[in-house]
């Protein structure tokens, strides 16, 4: 007899859709649907794909409580031994929606569930401490790695087979710690790591720190009359024809565009370069998604001092950490230059 | 890029439609918008329905600017 397994993925691996469909509610469907043909090369005959759950991003990301319950109730009449979400690569809220699934899986069902995500999704930090997530490339290019690598890891987990540590088996380390003898003592060990440093060798920690990056909240503005206001987003709203042409995924730069004497950001002159939701709305209207038109109208009313002449954009598809981090501190080196007090940052 | 901002000494509100992404990005004043392709509109209603609903996101951020905090905090209504 082979194990049941019930695959999760969104509208995109499904073949119905992109960003336009992304609102699509949770259906199933008996057997394979996408990659799930790769995984039933990679699990042979010991596990079978018995139903696909598919979902839209937006959906799951706007309903997340709703649609985890809809979907495990589809799940449930399959009866599955084991649940695999994705993998979702770099996409945040496919990413996010595997998470939050996969951990309602664990809580709900109780059965081993498997993920795949690019360290830098979202949905890593999100939900790593509740299931296993492979790492994976950060997109789907790295299909053929993660998929042989999730489905070893699931039939381990379906026959309850000891796993080995993050590193050997490709799993994202959970912060579980396991107790383990070693032959050197304590003492002895931390002197050779101490020496490898010193001559500057390489050496595995056996403890690694938790990062924590957070920034403490910088104090309010007390005077609001006195406030300038910049406006900064990641939803990609620019001039029409993208003159910078800022990526719609995976961006390697932010623009800075003049809006002095604009009341209105009109379909017109401004669009959005945004690869990573449908696009229609903010192309039809960019106050949607940067509302220059209220904050003029609460500028001439002396609500606040000023809206700053510049905003800033860029897309935040797929964008590295690394990336965004670079944009950011340019561009507050330049709000600051500019006298900006405070800013408004949209992300869609 | 929230938290960047917030690094470099501006005070800084987050209007996002996926909050607990915000929070784990670390952003410290959220306010939680419409929806992903039109977090300041609804393109279900009037132009004029919508800039309300605009008006009033953007006054709860500028609320939010002005509230002293000392942790991540979501303002709703």
Redesign the interface.
Known sequence: MSYRIVHYINQFYAGIGGEEKADIVPEIREGIVGPGQAFKAALGAEAEIVATVVCGDSYFASNMGKASAEILDMMKKYKPDAVIAGPAFNAGRYGTACGALGEAVIKELGIPVVSGMYPENPGVDMYKKSFYIVETPDSAAGMRKAVPAMASLLLKLLKGEKLGTPAVEGYIERGVRKNKFYDKLAAERAVDMFTAKLKGQPFVTEYPMPVFDRVAPNPAIKNMKDAVIALVTSGGICPVGNPDHIEASSASKFGEYDITGIDDLTCDFYCTAHGGYDATYADQDADRVLPVDVLREMEREGVFKKLHNKFYTTVGNGTAVASSKRFAEEIARRLIADGVTAVILTST | ??????????????????V???L???A??IVP?V???????D?SRT?AE??EI??H??EK??RA?????????VFTD
């Open positions: 890029m929230v938290k960047e901002i917030e690094r470099a000494g501006l005070p800084v509100v987050h209007i996002c439609t996926i607990p992404i915000s784990t990005v670390g410290n004043r918008a929806a992903i392709p039109h977090p300041l509109g393109p132009m919508e800039k605009r008006r996101l953007v951020a500028l600017l002005q509230t002293e905090i000392t942790e991540q905090t």
